[in-house]
């Protein structure tokens, strides 16, 4: 019998007790990395500091992927470049022109308050050192 949530599809371990498959039995994915590394990298970097581990784990990781042509991947990117281009939402007419006026409302306003405080400092460094 699941302890989960009390079903179970019928079928008995060995030991004699009824066992479940179901799907929430299943181990899900925790989004955290594993504590160990795979038995490969600890066999390779048993005995070295921290850093020399993770050179060598570097080290595997660009041997792995051989380099390609300048021009493939230049021609690579840019492909991808469209394609995220294409997943953008762009503004329509109306929007643009709203989006415009409220930056240039908004750099008018901080440049007025900057330069008030500049004038404000100004005043009062002459005031105080006359």
């Known amino acids: 019998m699941s302890v989960r949530d009390g079903s179970s599809d019928g079928s008995v371990d060995p030991e004699g007790t009824e066992s479940s498959t179901d799907a929430s039995d299943v181990a899900k994915p925790t989004g955290k990395r594993p504590r160990r590394r795979p038995a490969a990298a600890e066999a390779e970097t048993a005995g070295k500091s921290v850093a ?37 939402i762009w503004p329509n007419r ?4 709203t989006y415009t006026i409220v930056v240039v409302v908004f750099v008018t306003f901080m440049v007025a308050y900057i330069s008030g405080l500049d004038l404000a400092f100004i005043k009062g460094v002459t005031w105080l050192f006359g």
Not at 67 to 85: S, W
Not at 94 to 97: E, H, I
């Open 52 to 88: 020399t581990a993770s050179r060598v784990e570097n080290r595997t990781r660009k041997e792995a992927a051989p380099k390609q042509n300048i021009f493939k991947r230049l021609r690579k990117f840019f492909r991808e470049v469209v394609a995220e281009l294409r997943k953008v």
């Open 94 to 97: 109306k929007q643009m022109v």
